[in-house]
């Protein structure tokens, strides 16, 4: 579908980033549940951008809190301490 295209090149992750940083600036609280989503993304770079979004779409919240306690990865997590700033 992306062949030859810019999304091909950037890849996925990096492209579904772009999309939550795009879903973090609308203000569109109706794409809550999928931000959500992809708090549980295998990567890092895409968990981080919906830590973000979601903070920007839902501000601080007990559930990303309590999702913090479940990540591993320390890029994440800073995304998770940024939320408290």
Known sequence: RFSGSPVKRIGRS???RN???AAGNSGNHSLVPPVTA???DPDRLVRGAAVWALGQL???SA???HM???????SVLLE??????
């Open 14 to 16: 990096r492209f579904v």
């Open 19 to 21: 999309a939550l940083i």
């Open 38 to 40: 992809l708090l549980a």
């Open 58 to 60: 839902a501000g601080q």
């Open 63 to 65: 559930a990303l809190r």
């Open 68 to 74: 913090a306690s479940t990540e591993t990865d320390v």
């Open 80 to 85: 998770f301490e940024r939320l408290d700033a």
